[in-house]
């Protein structure tokens, strides 16, 4: 098998693990870094790293049509292309093929044209396991379909029917033995829906599952039902992924319920627009009141960024759109996204994960700025 998963503690139905992959082992729960095109925005591989990364994703979609998986192949696949020699997950394109305004699809595929060039594509269950094991990626994700939120119950009874279909295709055209595939659980805020996909899926007897259809719009109380719904009947033994989901405390609360894997977006694109992630909330750090402010971006962070610049001084880059006003964001961003899993874990560890996550909602919730009303889904 492909990877392997050790389940090492569980407190609650808060889960300790260790997965296995060619590239190395995963401590989760763990959260992945969004590196859409090949590249965290504003990092390079070794600042991300240093950061405390242990694992990143790469986007199917975007690397077929630029610079196309033959060329990534060519160069020795995406490891080598992107440089980095830890696990790589590679997203299927559904996600992004069903957020596209215009695309037909049929029971074959999703057919729709690049919005840079006009240039019409095809994008099926076999196509994107092609391109995926061309990439190869440590972990390929089935390609499903992601209904809309909000959407009926037909709709999405129609959604979960074909991705089982859809993952069937998957699973005969998939045929790298060095690659884990997981399936993918949908049913949107349907309960009935998500149990009924969840237990068709784990049939399959894949290496992970992952519960997808979330962090579209649906709010933070569907998103726990929706994991509610599906989490019982994942296998122990094996590793749960909850796609897009990157609100820490939207984390924090999926951890209890049982949830091993999270992406998402929101780390680095906020971090672009000056908000900073700290264990008391968010804040924007180009507010004017920060123009004159000495302390570091975080002062319970010893990140480089945190450790050798001020507010003030990464407050000046961003307003004067300084690249390395980016790239400090980015870095203490994903350093605090890596702290708070690493922080999760040793709570697992010691049998106080309730206590925690009180702890933490309280401080993080009760902080300085809120941000929901952000897309959480998407590229980077």
């Not at 790293?49 to 694992?55: F, K, L, S, T, V």
């Not at 609100?247 to 951890?255: G, H, K």
Request: proline fraction near 4%; include cysteine.
């Amino acid at each position: 098998m492909a990877i392997t998963f050790d389940l090492l503690k569980t407190d609650g139905r808060a889960r300790r693990g260790r997965v296995h992959t060619p590239h190395g082992s995963i401590e989760t729960p763990i959260f992945m870094p969004v590196g859409t095109a090949g590249a965290i925005k504003g990092l390079t591989p070794r600042d991300l790293g240093e950061a405390g990364a242990q694992i990143c994703l790469a986007n199917t979609y975007h690397l077929h049509l630029t610079p196309g998986e033959d060329v990534v192949g060519r160069v020795g696949g995406v490891h080598r292309f992107m440089a980095w020699d830890k696990p790589i997950l590679t997203d299927s394109g559904g996600f992004q093929v069903f957020s596209l305004p215009k695309k037909a699809f049929t029971e074959e595929g999703v057919r729709f044209k690049w919005q840079v060039d006009g240039r019409e594509v095809f994008l099926s269950p076999e196509i994107s396991m092609e391109i995926q094991q061309t990439l190869g990626a440590d972990i390929a994700m089935a390609f499903d379909e992601c209904v809309p939120f909000p959407c009926t119950w037909k709709q999405a009874h129609d959604g979960v029917d074909r991705t089982l279909r859809w993952l069937d295709r998957c699973m005969k055209a998939h045929t790298r033995e060095d690659q884990a595939l997981f399936g993918i659980v949908q049913g949107s805020t349907f309960d009935d829906l998500r149990i009924r996909s969840a237990a068709e899926t784990i049939q399959r007897d894949l290496p992970g599952y992952a519960i997808g259809g979330v962090s579209v719009g649906e709010g933070h109380e569907l998103m726990m039902r929706a994991v509610d719904a599906a989490e019982p009947l994942l296998p122990k033994h094996k590793p749960r992924y909850l796609m897009g989901v990157g609100y820490p405390n939207d984390i924090v609360e999926a951890i209890g319920r049982g949830i091993d894997m999270f992406d998402c977006v929101l780390p680095t694109r906020l971090a672009r627009s000056g908000i900073v992630f700290t264990r008391k909330g968010a804040y924007r750090v180009t507010h004017k009141k920060y123009r004159k402010d000495r302390y570091p971006l975080d002062t319970d962070c010893a990140c480089y960024a945190c450790a050798n610049f001020s507010r003030l001084y990464v407050h000046h880059l961003l307003r004067n759109k300084e690249i390395l006003g980016t790239m400090l964001m980015t870095t203490h961003n994903i350093a605090f996204y890596m702290r708070l899993v690493a922080q999760a874990r040793q709570a697992i560890e010691e049998g106080r994960y309730e206590a925690f996550r009180v702890e933490f909602l309280a401080s993080y919730l009760g902080g300085e700025e809120t941000i929901d009303g952000e897309d959480a889904r998407g590229e980077d």
